[in-house]
C-alpha cells in the first residue's frame, strides 16, 4: 500500500494572491485620484474692493470701499489660466468710507471730473507666475493706467490682490489739488498743515471656489 501524506498548500500562493489584490486596488485608487479634475474661480458674493487714502503730516489712513463691481471671469483648471480671464466693472458712485461728506468730496472732486457717471473697467493685461503678479489695465474716462497686483492664498482659499498707486502717476493730479482744497478743513493735522497724499492702496479679497469631478 502506498504511503498517503496530506496534501501541504504552499504558503507562498496564498500571499501572492492577497499581494495582487493590493496592488491592484492600488493602481485603481491611483488611476481615480490621476482622473480627477479640478476647476477654479472666485467668488463675487464675497468680492470685496477696499481702498485707502492718507492725510495729515504723518499718513493717517482713511479707508473706504466700492459697493458696486461686477466680475467677468472663467473657471480654469489652475490659477494661472483662471488670473489671465479676469475683468471687472466698478461703479465709482458706490464709494463708502462711513462719512458722507468724504464721499461727497471724492465723488466730486475725483470721479465726476474724470469720467462723470462712466464706470472704471479693468483687465488683467498679464500675469507673472513666478512673482504672483497681476498687472491689471484700467480706463476710467479719459485716464488709462496700469498697477500690479500681488496675489497671495490664506487659508487655502482666501483669495488676496493688493496694490500701490499714486494719483500723479495715474494722470488724476488736478482731481488731487481739487480733493486737498475741498477736504482742507477735514486734512489739517495737529501741526496745522493741511496735507492730502497721492499715494492709495488698493485692495481686493475674496474665497476661491473649487469645483471637482
Given at each position: 500500500m502506498k504511503n498517503l501524506q496530506p496534501k501541504v498548500l504552499s504558503k507562498t500562493k496564498p500571499l501572492f494572491i492577497i499581494f495582487a489584490y493590493l496592488l491592484s486596488m492600488t493602481l485603481v485608487t491611483t488611476h481615480k485620484a490621476e482622473a480627477k479634475t479640478c476647476k477654479y474661480k472666485?467668488?463675487?458674493?464675497?468680492?470685496?474692493?477696499?481702498w485707502t487714502g492718507y492725510k495729515f503730516t504723518n499718513q493717517t489712513p482713511v479707508s473706504g470701499s466700492f459697493k458696486s463691481v461686477k466680475w467677468n471671469?472663467?473657471?480654469?483648471?489652475?490659477?494661472?489660466?483662471?488670473?489671465?480671464?479676469?475683468?471687472?466693472?466698478?461703479?465709482?458712485?458706490?464709494?463708502?468710507?462711513?462719512?458722507?461728506?468724504?464721499?461727497?468730496?471724492?465723488?466730486?472732486?475725483?470721479?465726476?471730473a474724470y469720467?462723470?457717471?462712466a464706470k472704471i473697467t479693468g483687465k488683467v493685461q498679464s500675469w507673472d507666475p513666478v512673482k504672483k503678479v497681476a498687472f491689471?489695465?484700467?480706463?476710467?474716462?479719459?485716464?488709462?493706467?496700469?498697477?500690479?497686483?500681488?496675489?497671495?492664498?490664506e487659508n487655502k482659499n482666501i483669495l488676496i490682490l493688493e496694490a500701490g498707486a499714486n494719483l500723479d502717476q495715474m494722470g488724476w493730479g488736478e482731481g488731487l489739488d481739487r480733493?486737498?482744497?475741498?477736504?482742507?478743513?477735514?486734512?489739517?493735522?495737529?501741526d496745522g498743515k493741511s496735507l492730502t497724499w497721492p499715494d492709495i492702496q488698493l485692495k481686493v479679497k475674496t474665497k476661491l471656489l473649487k469645483k471637482c469631478w
Open positions: 472666485a467668488s463675487q458674493k464675497s468680492a470685496k474692493v477696499t471671469q472663467t473657471a480654469a483648471t489652475d490659477l494661472n489660466k483662471w488670473i489671465r480671464t479676469v475683468s471687472f466693472e466698478i461703479d465709482p458712485l458706490s464709494i463708502k468710507s462711513g462719512l458722507k461728506v468724504r464721499e461727497a468730496n471724492i465723488i466730486k472732486a475725483l470721479f465726476l469720467g462723470k457717471t491689471v489695465e484700467f480706463d476710467y474716462g479719459k485716464t488709462n493706467f496700469l498697477l500690479a497686483f500681488n496675489l497671495r492664498i480733493l486737498t482744497k475741498i477736504c482742507k478743513s477735514h486734512h489739517t493735522g495737529p
